[in-house]
Nanobody, 124 residues
Framework: QVELVESGGGLVQTGGSLRLSCTASGLTSSRYAMGWFRQAPGKEREFVATISWNVRNTYYADWVKGRFTISRDGASNTVYLALNSLKPEDTAIYCC?????????????????WGRGTQVTVSS
């Protein structure tokens, strides 16, 4: 059984930083891309970033604009998301996902496994 467990969320002030972690267990292959999506109240889930299975390629949503950085420890199937210069509009539940999205990194349907998410709240 595949399980993805996120951690690291919390409450921060505008301009603050957080580092999210997600560890996957039960994957039968190491060749899964891992990514982050977020969902704010009343909004659809949106793509944040993805990193390839071999760590060679990273992909970001245009709106990230250098504020967030995705990284990965392949040996432990753990993916990280460093959030910097946080804004109140970044408040959301951040979920990690694993899959083989190919070129469709921004599509939720391209991922096979999902975590339950970790809450990030940015106060103004």
């Amino acid at each position: 059984q595949v399980e993805l467990v996120e951690s690291g969320g919390g409450l921060v002030q505008t301009g603050g930083s957080l580092r999210l972690s997600c560890t996957a267990s039960g994957l039968t292959s190491s060749r899964y891309a891992m990514g982050w999506f977020r969902q704010a109240p009343g909004k659809e889930r949106e793509f944040v970033a993805t990193i390839s299975w071999n760590v060679r390629n990273t992909y970001y949503a245009d709106w990230v604009k250098g504020r967030f950085t995705i990284s990965r420890d392949g040996a432990s199937n753990t993916v990280y998301l460093a959030l910097n210069s946080l804004k109140p509009e970044d408040t959301a539940i951040y979920c990690c996902a694993a899959g083989r999205p190919g070129a469709q990194v921004g599509l939720t349907t391209a991922y096979d496994y999902w975590g339950r998410g970790t809450q990030v709240t940015v106060s103004s």
